[in-house]
């Protein structure tokens, strides 16, 4: 089985045909889930870090951790809304 889709080009004179078997269609599938997987295992690890630490950790720099992490994985990054916030704190309104 092959996927296709036909892709206009912005200045119109050009059009392609994408086309995606169906093994090169489940192999990204399991790519997307790995980088998926890699965010969720270092999320847990940050999450057991941060619940042992006993001095207060700084703010910006889990930030700066989780930025990293989701730079590094980022075909996967956009299913992930993260809040970084104390436990029982209401989540801030954007």
């Not at 790519?31 to 006993?54: G, P, Y």
């Not at 720099?61 to 209401?90: C, H, K, M, T, V």
């Amino acid at each position: 089985m092959t996927l296709s889709e036909v892709v206009p080009q912005p200045r119109g004179d050009e059009t392609f045909v994408l086309c995606r078997s169906a093994s090169r269609v489940e192999k990204e599938r399991a790519m997307h889930d790995r980088f998926k997987t890699r965010i969720d295992t270092a999320l847990a690890s940050l999450e057991r870090r941060i619940e042992k630490s006993k001095k207060p950790l700084d703010r910006g720099l889990i930030e700066r951790q989780i930025g990293r992490l989701l730079e590094r994985n980022s075909r996967a990054a956009g299913g992930f809304d993260l809040d970084y916030r104390r436990r029982g704190a209401p989540r801030e309104s954007a």
